[in-house]
């Protein structure tokens, strides 16, 4: 029995509501702004996660402690390996004094202005 790889997620990429790493620069939504499930996509700046975390001099572990997460759980929410449920992103901020807004963005399709002439 062997083991299946997820690719991992890179600077830029998008973690799906499915937990798929989604390349950064082609999300694959449908109109509105939602996933191929038609979830609202929506994702977590982990880089104002960990920099939070390390202005404050807490490792990973002081982190999952504070918010009260599992170690692992968070390890893999900095690591980009899975996607983080909302609850556990929810007590993260909390521990981190930040708010949700400034935390997670929305994939929101912007449409082209119509032409003049059409």
Known sequence: MGFRYKKMAAKGDVMTAAGSVVD????????????????????????????????????????A??????????????????RPKFGTVQAVCTALNLTLAEVISFAVDVKPERSAAS
């Not at 191929?36 to 807490?58: C, K, P």
């Not at 918010?67 to 899975?82: N, Q, W, Y």
């Open 24 to 63: 950064g620069r082609s999300r694959e939504r449908d109109s509105g702004g939602r996933d191929e499930r038609g979830l609202m996509a929506w994702s977590v700046n982990v880089d104002l996660l960990d920099r939070e975390r390390v202005l404050r001099g807490w490792t990973q572990r002081q982190l």
């Open 65 to 82: 402690l504070s918010a009260r997460v599992d170690p692992g759980t968070l390890s893999d929410l900095l690591g980009r390996r899975r």
